[in-house]
């Protein structure tokens, strides 16, 4: 595993080095097309090989989360504050200038978004008719009956692994293997 971990980043070593020289040589004369097509590959190629890279970093996080869980630890903490300051705004551009002022920024962005989400009042006409299909009896009745336990099962198991925990604090990848080995 190292050894594919060290060659990987030799990989993407060399891939940002080349961006770098045909970024240095744009400056001084027109890329060609063929370098031009180059350029663009090696930017998808690092692209994918950073997707990569994260989605290695958010498995080794669940899995350190899995065995800390939300137990009052450092690693808590640390996730928390992480996520606040993510979805913190320190300051915000209007027109030309970039305000910092909290005052400021809370009477913009309140102003931004009742200009956007309002509208004035009008007398809307509906000038269509819906029709939507509707259930017979026998149908009606079947969205009554209880659900059996495959079907229990098969929705269970086709859900993202790695979404939210349940009230027990066990997500589905969990649940999932138990209820494998149980049955």
């Not at 190292?2 to 961006?19: A, D, G, L, P, Q």
């Not at 690092?46 to 997707?51: N, V, Y």
């Not at 004035?120 to 819906?130: E, G, M, Q, T, Y």
């Not at 692994?161 to 009230?167: Q, T």
């Amino acid at each position: 595993m190292r050894r594919i971990v060290t060659c990987w980043k030799k990989r993407i070593n060399k891939i940002k080095e080349r961006i770098q020289c045909l970024n240095v040589e744009s400056e001084n004369r027109e890329l060609t097309e063929l370098e031009l097509k180059e350029l663009r590959r090696l930017n998808l190629d690092i692209g994918e090989s950073m997707k990569f890279k994260e989605s290695i970093w958010r498995q080794k996080s669940r899995m350190y989360w899995f065995k800390e869980g939300d137990s009052n630890t450092a690693f808590f903490h640390r996730a928390m504050k992480i996520k606040a300051k993510r979805k913190s705004v320190y300051r915000m551009k209007i027109g030309n200038s970039w305000y910092c002022d909290p005052k400021v920024l809370k009477e913009n962005m309140v102003n931004y978004f009742s200009y956007h989400f309002s509208y004035p009042l009008r007398n809307w006409k509906i000038d269509f008719v819906l029709n939507f299909r509707r259930l017979n009896e026998s149908e009606a009745r079947k969205l009554e009956l209880p659900f059996s336990m495959e079907e229990i099962k098969e929705a269970v198991w086709s859900c993202d692994e790695n979404k939210a925990p349940g009230p027990d604090g066990f997500n589905i990848f969990f649940k999932n293997m138990l209820g494998r080995r149980t049955k």
